[in-house]
């Protein structure tokens, strides 16, 4: 039996002892005071055995409890193939601590599903049963119709953007297995409330996504059993990285040391080309198609102008886009509004901080002509020796032209 239930036992016989001697005192006709006290004192006694009794049963029912645990452990380690009472397998090298996992441990947290299906839950659900659930758990964030919400992630469509500047990569257009959709869905979403769907309902939203993305037809039903027949659009879209192999073996030979550069010279800042590009500048990057639409048509206005050249201009001026604005609304960021700059007098945009050789050109009134830019474009810190624009200059003529073409065109 219990040890702590054995605790109790010698406190229950004390207690039986005093009320014997309670009792022999009182038969020796002491004072009827004297024989009050006692009787309260007996009865205090015997309330004390009474809560002694109770505790004594409680602690029994506990240790019992205890017992039956020991058991259901003992079984569940019968079963794996371990001991509770064998110390734990020292492990060389470690500290020992801890315990082999229990296989139903293991089961518990082993519910990754692979793309051969291996790991999938039987079940089953259709694209109508998925959108419901959808709309219901997922659509605040991802949108109806799995479009996104705000900057929550789209997840259908982006289909052959892969190759863009702002590839759109969706489970539909980038996932090249169907079984991370599963998991990933399974394991992590609703965010917020992870864990929370069925088999059955996890089944249905992924039915639901490949309908959003015009995979499957509305009567389609995704269950364990036709898992692995869905094909996805970007299976063929990964290649095995192969560098370990290949291009490694290249890295490990010695380095040339000979017919060095005699001299390093640096040609950008970090600052300057806006490695991480404020707001506004991202802005003025991401929307230069806004501008183009007003360049043509002051273009026209400016006449004369070779329309082929200004279009040439305007993919050339890319990279002044980092630092210059051109066309309505533009603003002075790191180098100043470029409207209306042929014809204009150097260094004379309002609110811009110049370099002292731009200042002195214009307190020396001089003016922004085809040629003299030109000269500029070409060799900026040639031509304005000290100028803080830290651009190496453009080498083509042809560009440089074309980028004249595309400034003429922005009147003031
Ligand atoms: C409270 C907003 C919210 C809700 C609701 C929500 N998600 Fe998401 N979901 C997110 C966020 C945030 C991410 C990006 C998580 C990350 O990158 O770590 C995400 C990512 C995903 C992705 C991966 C997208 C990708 O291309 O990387 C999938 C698929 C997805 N959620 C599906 C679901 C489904 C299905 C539900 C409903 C069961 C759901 N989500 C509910 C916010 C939400
Ligand atoms: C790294 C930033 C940067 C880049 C890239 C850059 N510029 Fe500049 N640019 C400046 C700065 C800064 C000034 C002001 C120079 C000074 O004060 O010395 C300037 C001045 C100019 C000026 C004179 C403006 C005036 O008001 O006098 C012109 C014209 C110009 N840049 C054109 C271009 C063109 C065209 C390109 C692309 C081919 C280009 N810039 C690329 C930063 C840049």
Redesign the pocket.
């Known amino acids: 039996m219990s040890k702590s239930l054995n605790l109790f036992v010698p406190a229950i016989g004390g207690t039986v002892l005093l009320l014997g001697l309670a009792y022999g005192i009182s038969s020796r006709e002491y004072g009827a005071a004297t024989i009050d006290s006692l009787e309260a004192r007996v009865q205090q006694i015997e309330a004390n055995a009474a809560q002694a009794t109770a505790e004594a049963q409680a602690a029994a029912a506990e240790a019992a409890r205890l017992l039956q645990e020991r058991e259901e452990l003992a079984a569940l380690a019968a079963v794996s193939g371990a001991s509770l009472t064998a110390p734990a397998p020292v492990i060389e090298g470690t500290y020992g601590l801890g315990r082999v996992a229990f296989d139903e441990e293991i089961a518990a947290w082993d519910v990754d599903v692979l793309p051969d299906g291996r790991g999938l839950p039987e079940g089953r659900g259709d694209v109508f049963t998925g959108e419901e659930v959808?709309v219901d758990?997922?659509a605040?964030?991802?949108g109806d119709f799995a479009e996104g919400v705000g900057n929550?992630?789209v997840?259908a469509g982006g289909f052959d953007t892969l190759a863009n500047r702002d590839p759109v990569?969706?489970?539909g257009s980038y996932w090249p297995y169907l079984s991370t959709?599963w998991d990933?869905?399974n394991r992590s979403?609703?965010?917020?409330e992870a864990g929370t769907?069925t088999p059955d309902e996890t089944y249905a939203?992924v039915a639901y996504l490949l309908y959003s993305n015009n995979m499957v037809d509305d009567d389609f039903e995704l269950s364990h059993e036709n898992f692995t027949e869905v094909e996805m659009y970007n299976a063929d879209g990964f290649v095995v990285d192969d560098r370990p192999e290949l291009e490694y073996a290249e890295w490990r030979t010695e380095p040339c040391m000979e017919n060095c550069k005699e001299s390093v010279e640096i040609t950008m800042r970090a600052t300057f080309l806006d490695v991480t590009p404020d707001e506004d500048v991202e802005a003025a990057v991401s929307a230069p198609a806004t501008e183009a639409t007003p360049a043509v048509a002051v273009a026209e206005d400016a006449g004369g102008i070779d329309p082929a050249l200004i279009a040439a201009g305007e993919g050339a001026f890319r990279q002044c886009q980092t630092c210059h604005q051109v066309g309505e609304g533009a603003r002075n960021r790191t180098g100043p509004v470029l409207n209306g700059v042929i014809g204009q007098a150097i260094g004379s945009v309002g609110g811009f901080r110049y370099s002292g050789v731009f200042e002195q050109a214009n307190a020396a009134g001089e003016v922004w002509t085809a040629e003299s830019l030109a000269a500029f474009l070409t060799d900026p810190r040639g031509t304005m020796s000290g100028t803080k624009m830290a651009f190496r200059g453009v080498g083509d003529e042809a560009e440089v032209a074309a980028l004249i073409a595309y400034l003429q065109s922005f009147a003031d």
């Open positions: 959808f758990k997922c605040s964030c991802h929550w992630p997840l990569k969706t489970v959709a990933y869905i979403m609703p965010f917020g769907l939203i």
